[in-house]
């Protein structure tokens, strides 16, 4: 037995490096943030957008999204408002029209957001738009949105992901976290990025692609459950990168409770490792021919499952290193305990410290906003176990978060 306690220390070690290689690397391109994104200019309103809306069964909160869009700083006729209801069980087309919006009735069976999308892009693609879209129903979209976007593709941009703001972080302590995580991409992820000269990401919604990237594509073709991490290394492959646009803002409402959030988690996990799967050999593939810094840094982003896998399994292997320090069962479970919650203290202190520096850069302090801050550690440590089981278990419908709340966005108190 005298083999346990060397191979635990050289198991945690091994963990322990892997996940500092990986975290240096997003520490490094999440440091140059302080580098200013990409002055887009000024250019007259050009680009006719088509604006998509995938909707299941968002009858009372669609409302204001098609009000902020139809109220845009963008001339009317350059852009049009589909709404495609799918899967409803309630009026949501009904209300779109009421609205002032186009509604396209989705005629086909569908499982994820990326197929709803792929049926309205083949459905509208004759209709001559420059670039197309996309939102989520419960959003509410900044006045200048389409203008910035406008700006973005004139000066280069074949795809754009904006700034994604909340609509609710001071509700409960759930949408408190998920806020500061959205901040958190937002200055440190795709900042970061901006400030490397590498690809942003798309996240989902508040995002452009041209109809000249998706030409390059050949069309709206996604398969997994993270449409937007698809689309976003289809580009990636595709020699093009996603802009950061941080004055195109949207607003998203968050889920209110840990088990909505642990759907939406499980959701985006099993969507990586999908994405990771199909996409990882072509990106190798191409490391291989042509060495960049794009390519490298998207590598490390498919990789984020396998860092959480990583992290789960650096603790089990500092409990069985600690626990072999004991001389009886009890001074081993001491010990295994003490190691486990030794570590899971220095991440609680270091991602409450993170959550902190973004609110205060953002700009985003309330004292409302304490519950997030201080279980945002918890929210993190809850998406090992989601991504575990995502290893055992992909999901592969996506599961609605019922939206019942029509709001304005919620502002730090002044």
């Known amino acids: 037995m005298d083999w346990l306690f060397p191979t635990a220390l050289a198991l945690t070690g091994t963990m322990g490096v892997l996940m500092s290689v990986w975290g240096l690397w997003y520490l490094i391109s999440g440091l140059t943030c302080i580098r200013k994104p990409l002055d887009y200019g000024f250019h007259p309103a050009h680009t006719k957008f088509a604006v998509l809306i995938a909707a299941r069964n968002e009858e009372l909160v669609i409302g204001p999204l098609i009000n902020s869009l139809l109220t845009q700083e963008y001339p009317a006729d350059l852009y049009d408002v589909w709404v495609i209801p799918n899967n409803c069980t309630d009026n949501t087309a009904l209300a779109a029209r009421n609205f002032g919006a186009n509604v396209l009735e989705c005629t086909v069976p569908v499982k994820s957001k990326g197929e709803v999308l792929r049926f309205a892009y083949n459905r509208l693609r004759g209709r001559q738009y420059d670039a197309w879209l996309v939102f989520d ?7 200048r949105f389409l203008a ?13 992901q904006g700034y994604r703001d909340s609509k609710n972080p001071y509700d409960t302590a759930v949408s408190g976290c998920s806020s500061i995580y959205y901040w958190m991409m937002d200055r440190f992820h795709n900042g970061g990025k901006a400030g ?6 798309i996240g989902g919604t508040g995002f452009m692609v041209t109809q000249k990237l998706l030409d390059k594509l050949g069309g709206w073709h996604t398969a997994t459950m993270s449409e937007d991490l698809e689309v976003t290394t289809q580009a990636v492959l595709a020699g093009e990168q996603v802009a950061y646009v941080p004055k195109a803002v949207t607003y998203d409402e968050q889920p209110l409770t840990w088990e909505q ?30 060495p960049r810094l794009v390519l490298f840094d998207f590598e490390v982003t498919l990789l984020l499952p396998a860092y959480q896998l990583a992290a789960l399994a650096g603790l089990v292997c500092t409990a069985l290193t600690a626990a072999l320090g004991g001389r009886t069962p009890l001074q081993a479970l001491a010990l295994a305990v003490a190691g486990v919650c030794g570590n899971i203290a220095w991440a609680a202190f270091t991602a409450t410290v993170a959550a902190g520096i973004v609110i205060i850069m953002e700009n985003k302090w309330d004292r409302r906003l304490w519950k997030g801050l201080c279980t945002y550690w918890l929210f993190l440590l809850t998406w090992l176990p989601i991504t575990a089981v995502s290893f055992w278990k992909k999901t592969t419908v996506w599961e609605e978060i019922r939206h019942t709340r029509t709001m304005a966005p919620q502002l730090p108190g002044r």
Request: no cysteine; charged share 20%; aromatic share 6%.
């Open 196 to 201: 490397l000269g590498v690809s942003a990401m």
């Open 137 to 143: 129903a419960d959003n509410v979209v900044d006045s």
């Open 261 to 290: 959030s642990f759907a939406q988690r499980r959701r985006w996990s099993s969507g990586t490792l999908q994405v990771a799967q199909r996409y990882l050999p072509a990106l190798g593939e191409k490391m291989a021919e042509h």
């Open 148 to 160: 910035e976007m406008n700006n973005a593709r004139l000066a280069g941009a074949q795809a754009a």
